[in-house]
């Protein structure tokens, strides 16, 4: 933490008359909050190469990237609800309410491959839309509507599937969505699977979107001061609702590589997901009260969490305590947020 | 042309023969408890500085958010060139070219400069999807550079002081285009360099045509900006003068309802009464440096300064509501510990928070409950609230106080602000509290209830009780304190007798700035 120096709360204050530049970029919070973790998951990395000499096995290192694919689409979905300081409880049985309607499009109707990833993707989007206009229009917080549509999505995917699990045999293809590997075919040294493939490039389409695009940019805005955006003449409830939409969108291709993965939509499955991507996302230094917040934080946020499971489990850690070790450094990691954001003000 | 002469109580002004640029007729605005605007008139001219003036609570600023649509008029009408227009939202305002700068800040602190000034406009380019930084930012350099300001456009907002804030704002306002410019005090955190650069800015868009309202309590200002006045009292329209040719002492006169004279009290010599309170080198970051003070017995304790000064911070820092970095707090002549809110209380120190729905009232709990809340021990019998007790004592500061609600079982949030005010005087009476903080006492609520709290003021003084007043209306400050003390960015920078106390002197500690950099 060599750049702790930077973080002296006159530093920048004393001289306003220097132009942010590209040492201001580098040392500015969210970046240093982002190198932070960067070092926190090298460090874990390190630490587990040495504690066992399979962690850094191409099939060990390829089966963490596999288990993050699903959390780490997630957590995106998740960081823009959070920045924009609102809070989406739903995206775990919302990724299966996607996967099981996936199933009803593919399986019981038959359909091509492409229309059930559309539907999948829909479905999300329709989902995330109810949350945004219960929250944005009837005013329910986020908190409670998110909740609600969580037990909603789940109830109907049980309902909708008739509590069994969608197979999707009879579609060709399907299993490759997640399974086989683009990349593996190109570089057979490198047979990174498809769900990690969709994890980038879903977290590169959604960190231009959040940092270049208009809606990236109410979305900041939101979370920072959602009445100063009211004022200056924004459509504060219109952007609201286009974040919850966009975030269910995201979720429904979580629920395609989940559903990919299993080659069927588990109806049962889902909840639980939702605190693991959060967790991803606050690890990642996006705060919970809004405002700011990056796609690589969470990125980084997701990979710390499964390298953590990952190395535990291979140094024989019961699950039990892989668990509680987890729990530790979300705290953890809020903390030194807290820590730091004291240290600013 | 339309006949402007029904316009009421206006006087004929050069620049007001054609039709008015905006015109409001009429406007009433009700607020739960209070009638903000009663029958409201206004009139701005294409090109003029037209001053809107009044007590704090006239009405001014509902008056303005009412054109710039934040709030919506009950009654009344909207008139521009002459025409009824509907302004139900912001967005509709500046679309008409109506642009507002709130005097509460509303900027977004994790977005740059440049990001702020243009938010919902920005230029876009590929599909009209993604936001053109580089044009956004070349376009926030030129207003900048428009208005002569050394400013990056890319410094995110929450790093600039308070006064450069205040500037994005008024950048952000010019990037409109507005033919009609609202101010709400936009110079109430400015210094004397940054005043003069704000006029010349205004100058050059007078001559471009465009009508400015400017709200402001200063008076040499507005000599220096202002072509015609108009004065606001208790949410009535009062009059409209041209500037040149009318005295300060008759807009006072308009503004008070009765000449100024009457106010001089003589306060009680207070300067050789026991320092019950007495605070040495406190410090806090760049919020509190090196704040030092004594409060005596029976004494009003002034606290000016602009916003932003560091005020709330001291007083907040001596009840323990946020922690010190260093200092000593010293009452009764003892050194205190004081950690926590709690230490203080038990200390005898009571805060009356700015900010009374967040942090001074319960407001959906009832008087009682309220007044009670500070002194729970003192009314509790093995764990079980005493209620009879409660309402005995809650009954006694209604009484006492003049609280008026219909029962001491009345819920907090349906009471008028100066009565909740005086509920939270109560909850500090009972907890036999005799340092008192008043931070911004009489902040939103209306004249009568406001008299009735300097009253009480004056009461609580003279029962020995040691009072410590913030107040940002100058007026409020001298006619209140006994003795005066001005912050600035975190110091105080002087201290003034009741005797020598002017307006101009505060105003001058009150932006005495270490340096000519901001």
């Not at chain 2, 003029?48 to 934040?70: D, F, R």
Request: hydrophobic letters at 50%; proline letters at 4%.
């Amino acid at each position: 933490m060599a750049n702790n120096i930077h973080s002296a709360p006159t530093a920048s204050m004393a001289t306003p008359e220097t132009s942010p530049g590209l040492r201001a970029r580098l040392f500015n919070p969210a970046a240093r909050q982002k190198l932070l973790a960067f070092a926190s998951l090298l460090l874990l990395m390190v630490f587990f190469s040495f504690a066992s000499s399979n962690f850094l096995e191409v099939d060990n290192l390829v089966s963490i990237l596999q288990s993050t694919a699903v959390n780490g689409v997630l957590a995106i979905a998740c960081t823009y609800v959070i920045i924009s300081s609102g809070i989406d409880l739903s995206v775990g049985t919302m990724m299966t309410f996607c996967a099981v309607m996936a199933g009803v499009v593919l399986t019981n109707w038959g359909m091509p491959l492409p229309l059930g990833i559309v539907a999948a993707i829909f479905f999300g989007a329709l989902s995330g839309w109810v949350s945004g206009m219960v929250i944005a229009k009837l005013k329910v917080p986020p908190f409670i509507a998110t909740l609600g549509m969580m037990m909603l999505l789940k109830g109907l995917s049980l309902v909708i599937s008739g509590t069994r699990p969608i197979y999707f045999n009879d579609t060709e293809g399907f299993t490759a969505i997640a399974q086989d590997s683009l990349i593996g075919d190109l570089i057979p040294a490198l047979p990174i699977p498809n769900a990690v493939l969709i994890l980038f490039i879903v977290a590169i389409g959604a960190s231009v979107i959040l940092n270049k695009t208009v809606f990236g940019r109410y979305t900041f805005a939101l979370g920072s001061n959602e009445e100063a955006l009211r004022l200056s003449g924004v459509k504060v409830d219109f952007w609201k609702v286009a974040v919850y939409t966009f975030s269910g969108a995201i979720c429904g291709i979580a629920g395609l590589i989940i559903a990919s993965r299993l080659n069927s939509a588990q109806p049962a499955l889902g909840q639980g997901y939702e605190l693991d991507a959060i967790a991803a996302v606050v690890i990642g230094g996006t705060s919970l009260s809004g405002g700011t917040g990056t796609i690589l934080g969470t990125i980084i946020g997701a990979f710390i969490m499964s390298v953590l499971v990952n190395g535990l489990r291979i140094m024989s850690v019961a699950q039990e305590w892989q668990t509680v070790v987890t729990g530790v450094i979300i705290i953890l990691a809020v903390y030194l947020d807290i820590l730091r954001r004291r240290r600013r003000a | 042309m339309p006949d402007t002469s029904t316009a009421p109580a206006t006087t004929a002004t050069p620049g007001a023969t054609a039709a008015p640029l905006i015109a409001l007729r009429n406007v009433c605005k009700r607020f739960p408890g209070v009638l903000a605007l009663d029958n409201c008139q206004f009139e701005l001219a294409a090109g003029e500085v037209h001053a809107l003036m009044g007590e704090n609570g006239a009405g001014k600023s509902t008056l303005m958010k009412i054109l710039s649509g934040v709030y919506q008029c009950d009654s009344g009408e909207i008139l521009l060139d002459g025409r009824p227009v509907q302004i139900s939202e912001p967005r509709q305002a500046q679309a008409l070219g109506i642009g507002i700068i709130h005097q509460e800040l509303n900027l977004m602190n994790h977005l740059t400069a440049a990001q702020n000034i243009f938010i919902g406009r920005e230029p876009r380019r590929a599909l009209g999807l993604f936001v053109d930084e580089d044009a956004l930012n070349r376009q926030a350099a030129a207003i900048f550079a428009r208005m002569r300001l050394d400013l990056d456009p890319r410094t995110p907002v929450g790093e600039l002081t308070v006064a450069r804030q205040q500037m994005v704002e008024i950048a952000k306002a010019l990037s409109f285009d507005s033919r009609v410019l609202i101010m709400d005090e936009p110079t109430a955190a400015l210094n004397n360099a940054e005043i003069g650069e704000l006029f010349r800015i205004i100058r050059d868009l007078q001559a471009q045509g465009v009508g400015i309202v400017y709200i402001s309590h200063k008076m040499d200002e507005l000599r220096q900006i202002a072509d015609r006045v108009s004065v606001m009292r208790d949410g009535k329209y009062i009059a409209t003068v041209p500037m040149v040719g009318t005295s300060m002492d008759s807009i006072i006169a308009m503004m008070v309802g009765r000449a100024l004279d009457g106010e001089q009290r003589t306060p009680p010599d207070t300067s050789s009464n026991e320092v019950v309170l007495e605070v040495r080198g406190l410090n806090r970051g760049r919020a509190i440096r090196d704040v030092g003070f004594q409060l005596r017995r029976g004494e009003i304790l002034g606290f000016a300064g602009l916003m932003g000064a560091g005020r709330t911070e001291v007083a907040r820092a001596i009840f323990g509501a946020d922690p010190l970095e260093s200092g000593e707090i010293i009452i009764h002549g003892g050194r205190a510990l004081i950690k926590s809110p709690a230490d203080a209380v038990a200390h005898g120190i009571g805060y009356l928070s700015e900010d009374r729905k967040h942090f001074g009232l319960a407001v959906g709990m009832d008087v009682q409950a309220n007044i009670a809340l500070s002194s729970m021990g003192r009314f509790t019998r093995a764990g079980f609230m005493d209620q009879r007790a409660i309402r005995e004592a809650a009954q006694g500061y209604v009484r006492q106080l003049a609280i008026k609600t219909p029962s001491v079982e009345q819920q907090a949030r349906l009471l008028s602000g100066g009565n909740q005010q005086k509920i939270v005087i109560a909850k500090w009476l009972l907890r036999d509290c005799d340092i008192l903080f008043f931070d911004e006492p009489t902040r939103g609520i209306d004249i009568g209830a406001k008299s009735e709290i300097y009253k009480l003021l004056d009461a609580l003084a003279a029962q020995g009780k040691a009072i410590v007043m913030i107040s940002s209306e100058l007026p409020e400050v001298l006619r209140m304190s006994h003795r005066i003390l001005v912050m600035c960015e975190g110091r105080v920078t002087g201290e003034l007798s009741r005797a020598e106390a002017t307006q101009e002197k505060i105003m001058q500690l009150a932006t005495q700035r270490e340096s000519a950099v901001l």
